[in-house]
């Protein structure tokens, strides 16, 4: 079967650095998503990655593995405001997207 | 970004009833729409693909009589929970293809559904 594993919560501290990861087995690979999502509110889009390597967008890096099907996500910086949800999905060789659950991330003062 | 929009964002019904949830595509033509439930702290679960112009495809499981859905135009697709149960209670999402060269979707705010 198809499965998304990433941790179901995670504590981190303002201003520090925080990486979420995100394993997978699908039936195969189109590209891997990173969504944030608040909570009651639909995700919004952080990264997309499809080939081997790392993607750097402001505090926001994503890497991916093809070989290992890993990926992590990583915020530098932490703000308050990035407490939420944040989803792994995966793109499958029928371009259908097979969600992680989620990772709860809690940061502290 | 393109906007998804939904309605309604709350909605509390009595068992036995039906509930319509409108998505809209507000600046983007969108032939396919996704529709979504969600449990608390639980993964994005895709209930079917909304298809301009033709009948929608339905994930295995899920009840294509109890979830109607309609997709009457090219920014509108509607779900409609039909003869709801408390176990309907949930989080339902839509989403649409951004296009183009990429695969994102866009998402839409949500409808929180409690049936009581």
């Known amino acids: 079967g198809q499965n998304i594993d990433q941790p179901t919560e995670m504590t981190a501290t303002e201003g520090a650095i925080v990486q979420i990861n995100c394993t997978y087995q699908?039936?195969?690979?189109?590209?891997l998503f990173w969504y944030q999502q608040h909570a009651g509110e639909a995700p919004t889009f952080l990264s997309y990655n499809v080939l081997d390597g790392l993607e750097e967008k402001g505090r926001f890096s994503s890497f991916l593995s093809r070989s290992k099907g890993y990926s992590y996500l990583l915020l530098k910086e932490l703000q308050m405001k990035d407490s939420a949800s944040y989803l792994c999905?995966?793109?499958?060789?029928?371009?259908?997207?097979?969600w992680g659950a989620g990772t709860k991330l809690i940061i502290k003062p | 970004g393109a906007v998804v929009s939904q309605h309604p964002s709350r909605v509390i019904c009595k068992s036995g009833t039906s509930v319509k949830i409108e998505c809209r595509s507000l600046d983007f033509q969108a032939t396919t729409m996704f529709w979504y439930r969600q449990f608390p702290k639980k993964s994005l679960m895709l209930m079917a693909t909304s298809n301009e112009g033709s009948k929608a495809t339905y994930e295995q499981g899920v009840e294509k009589d109890k979830f109607l859905i309609n997709h009457a135009s090219l920014t509108l697709s509607t779900l409609t929970v039909t003869s709801a149960h408390p176990e309907d209670s949930s989080f339902y999402i839509c989403s649409a293809p951004a296009g183009g060269d990429t695969y994102e979707q866009y998402f839409g705010p949500g409808t929180r559904l409690t049936v009581t």
């Open positions: 999905a995966v793109l499958d060789s029928n371009y259908q997207l097979i």
């Open positions: 699908t039936s195969g690979f189109n590209g």
